[in-house]
């Protein structure tokens, strides 16, 4: 069975990462989405709301699990048994620094392999950070994220 886990802060989830989840799912047996507790971030939403979201976003998507880690992401893909760990790209500004993280990845544990995947290229522009911008601003984010997490962002940002 491969297994992969698609690690990020997922703050909020959008459907740019909801359609790698699913390229992801329709190549691997099981991915874990593992939404990251980055001390160097200060997050919106947190870890259990963005864990609460996602699953709620992911309903119905069978071969998909949620969860959350905090510390090295190859140490996470080993304890939950996953071989390799999946990063979008959405354009060449990403390639650099996810680069540099897979090769660092790879140092620390050669038995992990990353797996760039892009997404579809009507989400190429789309962000987390975006979607927050917006939503501070009370800007209709319907066509970003899934209603569960409009709702959210709506109760983060009240009129």
């Known amino acids: 069975m491969k297994k992969v886990i698609y690690p990020g802060t997922f703050d909020p989830v959008t459907f740019g990462h909801i359609d790698i ?3 992801a799912a ?3 047996d099981s991915v874990q989405v593992t939404v990251a507790i980055n001390p160097s971030k200060k997050p919106l939403f947190t870890v259990e709301e963005r864990v609460d979201l996602l699953k709620k976003s992911l309903k119905g998507f069978n071969k998909v699990s949620v969860d959350s880690f905090d510390g ?5 893909a080993h304890k939950v048994g996953a071989t390799g760990i999946i990063r979008g790209l959405r354009a060449v500004s990403d390639f650099e620094y996810e680069f540099q993280m897979a090769l660092m990845n790879r140092k620390l544990a ?5 797996i760039f ?3 579809h290229e009507k989400y190429t522009y789309l962000n987390s950070s975006i979607v927050r911008n917006l939503a501070s ?4 984010v319907k066509d970003f994220v899934p209603r569960v997490v409009k709702e959210a962002l709506q109760n983060k940002y009240p009129r």
């Open 72 to 76: 090295l992401v190859v140490d996470h």
């Open 137 to 140: 601003f009370q800007s209709d």
């Open 117 to 119: 995947l892009m997404p």
């Open 21 to 23: 989840i699913k390229r």
């Open 110 to 114: 050669e038995d992990i392999t990353t």
């Open 26 to 28: 329709e190549l691997f």
